[in-house]
T-cell receptor, first 113, second 111 residues
Framework: SQTIHQWPATLVQPVGSPLSLECTVE??????LYWYRQAAGRGLQLLFY??????ISSEVPQNLSASRPQDRQFILSSKKLLLSDSGFYLC????????????FGPGTRLTVL | RKEVEQDPGPFNVPEGATVAFNCTYSNSASQSFFWYRQDCRKEPKLLMS???SGNEDGRFTAQLNRASQYISLLIRDSKLSDSATYLCVVSPGGGADGLTFGKGTHLIIQP
């Protein structure tokens, strides 16, 4: 079965510092991968998705970037964090053979101070 | 217009009661529809997929009305453990598209 790992689980960072969040997937190959953010009082928002190594699509202009250096690894980065980057960051993948049924990793809770 | 709209609640419901949530979506080309459940400070988890005219899974029934662009979730014989936020979710296409989430409806089951 497919499993998603994310780390770190929680992170507190000062404004202007860099960010690197990692997501890895087990139990599948060539998965579609997604980064979502859930900010306080808001719904989940799609940030990036990837259909393969080196292929990244960005959904909204922002202070973040994503990379997919390996088939089952998806990284979310920032060079300089803003206060508005605080939120709950979730990595997801679609279940094999489903109609885009996505399931999520445990998430990283980021607080920017 | 918001893409997926839900009543945020909270819905305070006595244990054993039946509760219904509604959701509307704006993209008429949407292909797939889901209800997710999210517990406090946890990741969302898939509760049900809704593919055609609706489906049932135990105490949960989901309905889809494509003409009205409306999705519903019915919970019968509610349990304390049903307390959570219920997210209405739409997939715009059938491929690799990301999901579009409503903000969720908060349900509190009271003993």
């Amino acid at each position: 079965s497919q499993t998603i790992h994310q780390w770190p689980a929680t992170l507190v960072q000062p404004v202007g510092s860099p960010l690197s969040l990692e997501c890895t997937v087990e139990g599948t190959s060539n998965p579609n991968l997604y980064w979502y953010r859930q900010a306080a009082g808001r719904g989940l928002q799609l940030l990036f998705y990837s259909v393969g190594i080196g292929q990244i699509s960005s959904e909204v202009p922002q202070n973040l970037s994503a990379s997919r250096p390996q088939d089952r690894q998806f990284i979310l980065s920032s060079k300089k964090l803003l206060l508005s980057d605080s939120g709950f960051y979730l990595c997801a993948t679609a279940r094999s053979g489903s109609h885009n049924e996505q399931f999520f990793g445990p998430g990283t809770r980021l607080t920017v101070l | 217009r918001k893409e997926v709209e839900q009543d945020p609640g909270p819905f305070n419901v006595p244990e054993g009661a039946t509760v219904a949530f509604n959701c509307t979506y704006s993209n008429s080309a949407s292909q797939s529809f889901f209800w997710y459940r999210q517990d406090c400070r946890k990741e969302p988890k898939l509760l049900m997929s809704v593919y055609s005219s609706g489906n049932e899974d135990g105490r949960f029934t989901a309905q889809l009305n494509r003409a009205s662009q409306y999705i519903s979730l019915l919970i019968r014989d509610s349990k304390l453990s049903d307390s959570a936020t219920y997210l209405c979710v739409v997939s715009p296409g059938g491929g690799a598209d990301g999901l579009t989430f409503g903000k969720g409806t908060h349900l509190i089951i009271q003993p």
